[in-house]
């Protein structure tokens, strides 16, 4: 048999695997589905051409590798006008910094800034007053019967710690909450034509907020992000337009990034606390216990399943020929369960000598905000198992038709 023919069979045999992946039981476990994916190889030809990479230590080369760059403006017009790559939404995330490579990456993330130690000492009182009020409101559903985490606590908790970051109306948070929901499809692997639309919708308005925001700060600036921002801009770019534009990017990415990976991490955290009780009591009587607890979360089942990275050059992955121009998806929602990688890797274990996962990228476009995210996630455990009694899961949660940006509809839980 040809080589090509095998190829020919190998990707209709992954479409067949990305086919469950759509159907709710595969978003509610899609971790069977990357188990027949790997059984085929550390890297294995994907339906629409490039490849798919299922090793941990394969994944997380890539990532630190410059032979491997982001699928940027320019690789986008590339793809044709047809193509998903040059609809409005996803061409306006290619101006954002995930999506940008050197020199412009380190241009725009020297700029950013980061949330180094003392900034995150800074934040920490108000995330632990949010998280408070947040569970004494979860409480108060409780006493009914039943409430929603997700709705109440996981979907509030982000959008509370950086809309307050960024000084934006607390009245503005629920519109901008939907907006990110609608707009991350522009992110997603497969997007349908209908989903493209909703970012696309979504993308427009936030436009309009975020250059309304920039305008606003540029005329009145205060003690915020945003019109820091507009300082550094301006000292970088002389040309006002793009200056304004660089600030409106920066915006978009953070509230972005910070409303939909953080609400997820933090529900699906939860929810590998309700799914072994048995860990309630002992990260009550010692909180030291939390943090591992959020890295084995994180390996266990990341907000963010799927990275896609374009070729550099022509060369070879574990055989697998590649052209430059060509895309990769690194699997890493696949990978933290690498048996090559951990010892048993179908275990949830906290006690990890060495959790290892690739939840927050890696290289160059390792997350920005990963720092604030682990403040939240922690002080949510903390708090939960100090001020509630242990709760119990009343059903499985339902979960958006998504493949790349995991998430929870719902998450319904009780009193035990």
């Given at each position: 048999m040809g080589t090509g023919t095998v190829q020919s069979s190998d990707r209709r045999a992954t479409v067949s695997l990305?086919?469950?992946?759509?159907?709710?039981r595969g978003q509610s476990d899609p971790f069977p589905v990357y188990e027949e994916l790997r059984s085929r190889g550390?890297?294995?030809?994907?339906?629409?051409?490039?490849?798919?990479?299922?090793?941990?230590?394969?994944?997380d080369r890539l990532l630190r590798s410059r032979e491997w760059a982001e699928p940027d403006q320019r690789w986008r017009a590339r793809q044709g006008r047809s193509s998903r790559w040059n609809t409005p939404s996803v061409r306006e995330m290619g101006h954002t910094l995930p999506a940008l490579n050197p020199p412009e990456h380190t241009r725009v993330r020297r700029a950013a800034g980061s949330f180094d130690r003392g900034s995150i000492q800074q934040?920490?009182?108000?995330?632990?007053?949010?998280?408070?009020?947040?569970?004494?409101?979860?409480a108060e559903q409780l006493r009914d019967g039943e409430a929603d985490f997700n709705a109440v606590v996981s979907e509030e908790l982000p959008v509370a710690v950086i809309g307050g970051w960024l000084g934006i109306p607390s009245a503005d948070w629920p519109r901008l909450r939907e907006l990110t929901h609608d707009q991350v499809f522009a992110q997603e692997l497969l997007p349908s034509a209908s989903q493209l639309a909703l970012s696309d919708a979504a993308t427009r308005e936030l436009r309009a907020y975020?250059?309304?925001?920039?305008?606003?700060?540029?005329?009145r600036p205060g003690d915020d992000p945003v019109s820091r921002w507009i300082a550094t801009?301006?000292?970088?770019?002389?040309?006002?337009?793009?200056?304004?534009?660089?600030v409106y990017y920066l915006a978009l990415f953070v509230l972005l990034a910070a409303l939909e990976t953080t609400t997820s991490m933090l529900s699906m955290a939860v929810l590998a606390l309700l799914d072994r009780p048995w860990w309630w009591d002992?990260?009550?009587?010692?909180?030291?216990?939390?943090?591992?607890?959020?890295?084995?979360?994180?390996?266990?089942?990341?907000?963010?399943?799927?990275?896609?990275?374009?070729?550099?050059?022509?060369?070879?992955?574990?055989?697998?020929?590649?052209?430059?121009?060509?895309?990769?998806?690194?699997?890493?929602?696949?990978?933290?369960?690498?048996?090559?990688?951990?010892?048993?890797?179908?275990?949830?274990?906290?006690?990890?000598?060495?959790?290892?996962?690739?939840?927050?990228?890696?290289?160059?476009?390792?997350?920005?905000?990963a720092p604030v995210a682990r403040l939240e996630?922690?002080?949510?455990?903390?708090?939960?198992?100090?001020?509630?009694?242990?709760?119990?899961?009343?059903?499985?949660?339902?979960?958006?038709?998504?493949i790349a940006f995991r998430r929870l509809l719902d998450l319904d839980v009780a009193p035990a």
């Amino acid at each position: 048999m040809g080589t090509g023919t095998v190829q020919s069979s190998d990707r209709r045999a992954t479409v067949s695997l990305f086919s469950r992946l759509r159907t709710a039981r595969g978003q509610s476990d899609p971790f069977p589905v990357y188990e027949e994916l790997r059984s085929r190889g550390r890297v294995a030809p994907a339906p629409w051409g490039g490849h798919l990479v299922m090793g941990f230590d394969l994944c997380d080369r890539l990532l630190r590798s410059r032979e491997w760059a982001e699928p940027d403006q320019r690789w986008r017009a590339r793809q044709g006008r047809s193509s998903r790559w040059n609809t409005p939404s996803v061409r306006e995330m290619g101006h954002t910094l995930p999506a940008l490579n050197p020199p412009e990456h380190t241009r725009v993330r020297r700029a950013a800034g980061s949330f180094d130690r003392g900034s995150i000492q800074q934040m920490s009182k108000g995330v632990t007053t949010t998280t408070i009020r947040l569970l004494d409101a979860l409480a108060e559903q409780l006493r009914d019967g039943e409430a929603d985490f997700n709705a109440v606590v996981s979907e509030e908790l982000p959008v509370a710690v950086i809309g307050g970051w960024l000084g934006i109306p607390s009245a503005d948070w629920p519109r901008l909450r939907e907006l990110t929901h609608d707009q991350v499809f522009a992110q997603e692997l497969l997007p349908s034509a209908s989903q493209l639309a909703l970012s696309d919708a979504a993308t427009r308005e936030l436009r309009a907020y975020f250059m309304d925001l920039v305008r606003e700060r540029r005329a009145r600036p205060g003690d915020d992000p945003v019109s820091r921002w507009i300082a550094t801009w301006d000292a970088i770019e002389p040309d006002r337009e793009k200056a304004d534009a660089g600030v409106y990017y920066l915006a978009l990415f953070v509230l972005l990034a910070a409303l939909e990976t953080t609400t997820s991490m933090l529900s699906m955290a939860v929810l590998a606390l309700l799914d072994r009780p048995w860990w309630w009591d002992p990260l009550a009587a010692d909180p030291e216990l939390v943090p591992a607890f959020v890295e084995e979360s994180l390996r266990w089942d990341p907000p963010t399943h799927v990275i896609t990275r374009v070729a550099t050059r022509d060369g070879e992955l574990d055989g697998a020929a590649y052209r430059a121009g060509e895309t990769v998806h690194l699997m890493v929602g696949a990978v933290g369960r690498d048996p090559e990688r951990h010892r048993d890797a179908e275990q949830f274990d906290p006690h990890r000598s060495a959790p290892g996962h690739l939840a927050f990228s890696g290289g160059i476009h390792y997350c920005l905000g990963a720092p604030v995210a682990r403040l939240e996630a922690q002080t949510l455990l903390r708090e939960l198992v100090r001020r509630l009694p242990r709760l119990t899961l009343v059903r499985r949660p339902r979960w958006a038709p998504r493949i790349a940006f995991r998430r929870l509809l719902d998450l319904d839980v009780a009193p035990a």
